[in-house]
T-cell receptor, first 111, second 116 residues
């Protein structure tokens, strides 16, 4: 069985401060892990993915995530938040065809 | 690469009516997926096609739901006798089959269905 748990439903940060969005996963197999972002009225956009290569994955717009097998975590970080980062973020686990999404974390960026 | 497109973007219908949604995947993508997303939740898998073959269906896909991909290109999702519980965002995604690792799925903007 596969699942992800996004530990925070809402995160609020000030512009220019670091962002941390937390994700824990459960998978019976070696998983691939993804982070997607969803802006209002727009489709899901891939931020980054982990597929058993380097454990530190760099994505678009300055985001990165670290795969920690011992902690079954795949947290998303960014050193400095921008107003345009305000959106819904989804952590996804997959070891086959199907994607299993978390319930999402809504990021608010305060000017 | 023009991305995944979906039509319509919004649909309002009365309970009991039938609706049909269309998805055009990225050209040369042989896999196509349908998901449903309700408010406050992440998308949930509904069904998946490899070329024109529908290879997997979720238990969420009741008998009132049917999906087709007749020529391995665009796909349609039909809901018959809609119910208020069908109100959701219906997302389509496509991917290229990649050996050894799960594909990266590219999502369309979705069709928001409201059943009155």
């Amino acid at each position: 069985a596969q699942s992800v748990t996004q530990l925070d439903s809402h995160v609020s940060v000030s512009e220019g401060t670091p962002v941390l969005l937390r994700c824990n996963y459960s998978s019976s197999y070696s998983p691939s892990l993804f982070w997607y972002v969803q802006h209002p009225n727009k489709g899901l956009q891939l931020l980054l993915k982990y597929t058993s290569a380097a454990t530190l994955v760099k994505g678009i717009n300055g985001f990165e995530a670290e795969f920690k097998k011992s902690e079954t975590s795949f947290h998303l970080t960014k050193p400095s938040a921008h107003m345009s980062d305000a959106a819904e973020y989804f952590c996804v686990v997959s070891s086959s065809i199907k994607f299993y999404f978390g319930t999402g974390t809504s990021l608010t960026v305060i000017p | 690469d023009t991305g995944v497109s979906q039509d319509p973007r919004h649909k309002i219908t009365k309970r009991g009516q039938n609706v049909t949604f269309r998805c055009d995947p990225i050209s040369e993508h042989n896999r196509l997926y349908w998901y449903r997303q309700t408010l406050g939740q992440g998308p949930e898998f509904l069904t998946y096609f490899q070329n024109e073959a529908q290879l997997e269906k979720s238990r969420l896909l009741s008998d009132r739901f049917s999906a087709e991909r007749p020529k391995g290109s665009f796909s349609t999702l039909e809901i018959q006798r809609t119910e208020q519980g069908d109100s959701a965002m219906y997302l389509c995604a496509s991917s290229v089959q990649t050996s050894g690792v799960p594909d990266t799925q590219y999502f369309g903007p979705g069709t928001r269905l409201t059943v009155l």
